[in-house]
């Protein structure tokens, strides 16, 4: 016989549902809007001239929107943050999760939240005053705000996320797995990384898809340390990515430039769905 549900069992339900649907309508209306948005443009232009054209310039007498130097940067960009800031974050973790005695644990977890609770225009005016002369000096370039740069800052940015969610993932690890690798005899760094980080490779991942996605979006920070010019991608160029080629000329486009915008906005919109879908079907081919 079914147990017939409290009141206030059926009202939470009811409220969780009400949630879950909200969410599910806003992601629905978000990509409704930027299809209708961006699409004529790309019917304009020419999906061909648009994604791989190399020449943006919206505002010349005679425009090009081609929008290859954004789309590359942003993934030169996005790439280069990962490969420095997931071995510094990931390490970071297994310190504060496995190794740290429980005052230095808390200090640094302490640094760590407050890194994640700085707003990105502090992170951009700190690397544009600071970051950017230094990497002028260094490599004798006539101006530092650059790709490596924003690749930098980036790096930084991600850190708290891929710390954070990697470090609930080792502390989740049942002990009895570290204690059954520690009475066959195993070392305890040999337990930390053929036990633990093993077991929490999931979490771990679910970091990195973070990270990405924090980098990916990121816009004030990158606008005061990348140049914002839209030149094809080298690590000492100033260079814009998709994000800030919205940023930078969304206040004053209009007719077919504001459309191309909402064009780039699509475009990294899908981008950071087919990153998502391809990562989380990655973890659950692994689960499996």
């Known amino acids: 016989m079914k147990q017939k549900l409290r009141p206030m069992e059926v009202f939470m339900n009811a409220v969780f549902f009400l949630c879950g649907f909200i969410a599910v309508v806003f992601v629905l209306f978000i990509s409704v809007y930027l ?23 919206s505002t010349a007498a005679e425009p090009s929107f081609g929008i290859l130097p954004f789309i590359l940067t942003s993934v030169y960009g996005t790439a280069g943050a990962i490969v420095l800031g997931v071995p510094v974050g990931f390490m970071t973790a297994v310190f504060l999760a496995k190794i740290a005695p429980a005052k230095l644990s808390t200090a640094v977890r302490t640094a760590v939240d407050l890194l994640a609770g700085i ?50 993932a080792l502390k989740a690890v049942p002990k009895e797995y570290e204690e ?6 195993a070392t305890h760094i040999e337990t930390v990384f053929r036990v633990s980080v093993p077991a929490a490779s999931s979490g771990i991942a679910a970091s990195i898809v973070l990270g990405i996605g924090r980098a990916i979006g990121e816009a004030m920070a990158v606008i005061m340390v990348a140049g914002n010019v839209a030149n094809m991608p080298t690590l000492f160029s100033s260079v814009r990515f998709l994000t800030t080629a919205v940023a930078s000329e969304m206040s004053y486009a209009s007719g077919l430039q504001r459309q191309a915008l909402f064009s780039i906005a699509l475009v990294l919109f899908l981008f950071i769905m087919l990153i998502n879908v391809i990562l989380n079907s990655l973890l659950k081919r692994k689960k499996v």
């Open 35 to 57: 299809i209708l948005s961006g699409l004529p443009a790309i019917r304009e232009i020419g999906l061909v001239e648009f994604l791989f054209g190399t020449k943006w310039a």
């Open 119 to 168: 707003p990105s225009v502090v992170y951009g005016l700190i690397g544009m005053m600071v970051l950017v002369p230094a990497v002028r000096e260094l490599f004798g370039l006539p101006d530092g705000a650059s790709l490596f740069c924003a690749i930098i800052v980036l790096a930084i940015m991600i850190l708290p996320s891929i710390i954070s969610v990697s470090e609930t």
């Open 180 to 185: 059954a690798s520690l009475a066959l005899g």
